[in-house]
């Protein structure tokens, strides 16, 4: 007899903007992990600031827009606008008080400690002096150029996140102005951080900061003056691009025009020095429109993140990760026939960066030499400007092949890059997509037409990264290599789309955004929770970057209702609660994190035995549902479903050193290890494994 559903209980959600302060709040956790290599520890401090820069970038001017439309509407979690932003200055407050915490009593104390140094120039010597100001002469001095703020000198336009100076001043220039005010702007060019000659510095490895050197010579720049004070601030400004692409005949000129404008959006934060007068703070503020809860006092250099260039200035392997060389097989290298190997094979599974991404870029490259291949179609979201796929397309574009180029000139940060490459691609005779009006291409996949004889024959590959070398060694992602045709079939299908107009192209393997991914998972959600009703056994695991969906996330609180067990692994924002009695006491949610930045996203779905596993572009967000075009793939064949499960879910359901689980309370509690226990880490035993 099926059994009903318990009186429902109310659904609570955890707000996005605090959930993702939250994410970043890990991320400082593993800066202040004493067992890691120390700069190591400084990378995550910077990836914690880096990350932060864009909350208030996109998240906080996006609230901010809203707030001063008057928009009142609460969010799932039931915060208004204002609310919203009332915690998260609060909390991130509380974020950045930590983080110049960690790197004043932590990190450049230890650094000290390995022989690193950073000189303050309250303690330059008289050598040290000396180099600073030959140095200021030599290399600052002819790049800076002093705004003096008078009725002929109005406030400049500040360039966001730029490193900036207010000056006060005193005293007469040869004009008869008087002297009051001045801003120095530092050229992005410039090395935040500088190194200091062995000699001058009694040292090998000793920095010296350019806020400090433009601070010790900054009267340079104004002769026949007294500065009395000069304080470091910069500047966060709204920078999500409004693009109204239904008024535009080509997105491209468009984007264009309004990359440089991103740059001077409204500011949301502003960070100065913690020895500001408040009367300089209420200047800037005046001029950046913010109030007080925007303005963050800081003790170090307000931008944490340019300190990563520490990382490639100093050779101390002893102080970092130790290098590892991702495995490629013999059969994948470019001394192989690829399309060979994948006939022989069926199907291969890639797990980057444990191994290796040459074999993509070796499909793309053996496409095009292939006298064989006749098109090949890509999609190309986040690749790089020195990106030897593109490379590869171009070339085959000039050998006569059929390119086609599916390029997301939207994807955020990367709009320059993308546009570059579509000039490349076209002037090669490629034929290059946007997409489609109003989606984001976000679906990583190629298509290779290769003549078989008197047929044509398709490979694909289909993944859950992007198509760039670069973070293929840092991101952790599934990719998959098939001549399956019935993957062929539907990936033709999607670039018809892409390309074309038309209806009715149905997918017989692929769930895809905007159309059947977001019902797809919840009628396997669903199922899940009536085999449970049925009393039989139910089990959905999930691994991504982001749960946001209200749909998606009541169903799996209905599910867990009705006794379905739900395990998520979410690395960054999640907006389920677990663990609430009555809701939610069978999910469970845990973050894993460590030297790669995981990003796959895997979805299994346990269906009374006949199991279903999928991989994916999209998260379960909103927009990778309805306004993105997504990919979402079935995994079949038996050994590479147990290694995805394996590779997935098994080994970071047991990490016990990098992971973090998600109360009832809302809290991310970090997973302490028994004593007894021994070590588990996802990401170093597949390192050990796979590489």
């Known amino acids: 007899m099926t059994e009903t559903l318990p009186a429902p209980v109310s659904p609570v959600f955890i707000n996005r903007e605090l959930s993702l302060i939250a994410f970043n709040r890990r991320v400082l956790e593993l800066a202040q992990d004493t067992s890691l290599p120390l700069l190591e520890r400084l990378k995550f401090l910077c990836i914690s600031s880096a990350n932060l820069d864009e909350l208030f970038e996109v998240r906080v001017g996006s609230l901010t827009q809203q707030r001063r439309a008057g928009i009142d509407r609460p969010d799932d979690s039931g915060l208004t606008p204002v609310e919203q932003l009332s915690q998260v200055y609060t909390r991130a407050h509380e974020l950045v008080r930590d983080q110049y915490h960690t790197l004043n009593d932590e990190i450049i104390p230890s650094l000290a400690e390995s022989g690193i140094h950073f000189l303050r120039r309250t303690h330059w010597n008289e050598a040290q002096a000396l180099w600073v100001k030959q140095f200021f002469r030599r290399e600052l001095l002819p790049l800076l150029t002093p705004l003096g703020l008078d009725p002929a000198h109005p406030f400049p336009r500040i360039l966001n996140k730029s490193l900036n100076f207010v000056v006060s001043l005193e005293g007469t220039d040869d004009y008869g102005r008087e002297g009051w005010m001045a801003v120095v702007q530092a050229p992005r060019a410039l090395p935040r951080i500088i190194r200091m000659d062995e000699e001058a510095a009694g040292s090998e490895e000793s920095f010296v900061f350019l806020s400090s050197i433009i601070h010790a010579h900054v009267h340079e720049l104004f002769p026949g003056m007294t500065v009395t004070g000069c304080y470091q601030f910069r500047v966060t400004r709204n920078s999500d691009l409004a693009i109204d692409v239904d008024d535009d005949e080509d997105l491209l000129k468009t984007l264009q025009g309004g990359l440089f404008e991103r740059n001077y959006g409204d500011a949301v934060r502003l960070e100065v020095a913690d020895n500001c007068p408040q009367e300089m703070i209420d200047f800037l503020c005046d001029r950046f429109k913010l109030g007080e809860q925007a303005v963050f006092q800081v003790h170090g250099p307000v931008n944490l993140n340019r300190l990563m260039a520490l990382y490639g200035l100093v050779s101390r392997p002893d102080l970092k990760d130790a290098p590892f060389t991702p495995r490629i097989k013999s059969e994948l290298g470019p001394e192989s026939n690829i399309f060979e190997t994948i006939e022989q094979r069926g199907a291969i599974l890639l797990h980057h960066p444990y191994e290796s991404f040459l074999p993509i870029i070796e499909f793309i ?30 070339a085959a574009a000039r050998a006569g092949k059929e390119v086609t180029a599916v390029v997301e000139l939207r994807a955020r940060f990367d709009e320059e890059a993308n546009i570059d490459i579509t000039t490349r691609l076209q002037k090669a005779g490629a034929y290059v997509a946007y997409g489609i009006v109003g989606y984001k291409t976000h679906a990583k996949m190629a298509l290779v037409l290769r003549r078989d004889g008197s047929r044509l024959k398709r490979f694909v590959h289909l993944g859950t990264g992007n198509y760039h070398p670069g973070t293929a060694r840092i991101y952790t992602d599934f990719g998959l290599l098939t001549d399956d045709r019935f993957f062929g079939d539907d990936v033709n299908k999607l670039f018809m789309q892409l390309t074309g107009l038309g209806r009715g192209m149905r997918l017989k393997r692929l769930l895809q955004s905007p159309f059947t991914l977001h019902s797809g998972m919840l009628e396997r959600i669903h199922r899940e929770r009536d085999h449970a009703l049925a009393g039989r056994k139910g089990l959905i695991r999930a691994k991504m970057n982001a749960l946001i969906d ?46 790669f930045l995981e990003h796959p996203r895997v979805f299994y779905f346990l269906n009374d035995g006949d199991d279903e596993l999928f991989l994916s572009s999209a998260d379960w967000m909103p927009r990778n549902f309805f306004v993105r075009v997504e990919s979402c793939f079935p995994i079949d064949a038996p050994e590479i479903k147990a290694r995805v499960m394996n590779e997935a879910f098994e080994r970071y359901l047991a990490d016990n050193t990098g992971a973090w689980t998600l109360g009832p309370d809302g809290v991310y509690t970090r997973v302490k290890r028994h004593h007894n226990a021994k070590p588990r880490s996802a990401q170093q035993s597949l390192l050990d494994d796979l590489s």
């Open 550 to 595: 209200r749909q998606i996330i009541e169903a799996l609180y209905e599910a867990s209702q009705a006794g379905v067990h739900i395990e998520l692994i979410i690395r960054g924002v999640c907006c389920l609660q677990p663990g609430v009695p009555g809701l939610s006491e069978n999910i469970h949610v845990r973050s894993v994190m460590g030297r």
């Open 365 to 394: 490259r053996q496409a095009a030499s292939d006298p064989k291949v006749v098109a090949i179609k890509m999609t190309l979201y986040r690749t790089g400007r020195d990106s030897a796929i593109v490379d590869a397309l171009e």
